[in-house]
């Protein structure tokens, strides 16, 4: 069972170590796959776990932690990192639409007159 969590781990690394490559490479095609991969070889841990009874344990997979963990902190900051641009963009997007004409807000695409009156 140990080695069983030990491969889960090894290979939530590997993910998580492509993940980091992919998104300094800009490579966001397979960033929600690896994701989506990663949330299947922690849904299989907690399982592992769950079905023991308590968490296993042993130095072998202490040292893939410490070893993940690094890696874990640096995923997520680029992971906000990418999302702070999004909703900038989104943002920019929401503004560029909003025409304030004759003291009220209204929708319409950029460069279209809107009049009132008519």
């Given at each position: 069972?140990?080695?069983?969590?030990?491969?889960l781990?090894?290979?939530?690394y590997?993910?998580t170590?492509?993940?980091v490559?992919?998104m300094t490479?800009n490579?966001?095609?397979?960033?929600?796959?690896a994701l989506?991969?990663?949330?299947?070889?922690i849904?299989?841990?907690n399982?592992?776990?769950q079905g023991?009874?308590?968490?296993?344990l042993?130095?072998a997979?202490?040292?893939?932690?410490l070893?993940?963990?690094?890696l874990?902190a640096e995923?997520?900051?680029?992971l906000e990192r990418?999302q702070?641009?999004?909703?900038?963009?989104?943002?920019?997007?929401?503004?560029e639409?909003?025409?304030?004409?004759?003291?009220e807000s209204?929708?319409?695409?950029?460069?279209?007159?809107?009049d009132?009156?008519?």
């Open positions: 069972m140990y080695e069983k969590k030990e491969a781990l090894q290979r939530y590997q993910l170590s492509k993940l490559n992919e490479e490579g966001v095609g397979i960033i929600q796959a989506n991969e990663r949330q299947a070889c849904l299989e841990i399982q592992m776990d023991a009874g308590q968490i296993l042993n130095s997979i202490e040292k893939q932690l070893r993940i963990h690094p874990e995923l997520k900051r680029m990418v702070q641009k999004v909703l900038a963009n989104l943002h920019a997007l929401k503004k639409k909003t025409i304030k004409q004759y003291g209204t929708y319409g695409s950029s460069g279209l007159f809107y009132k009156r008519k």
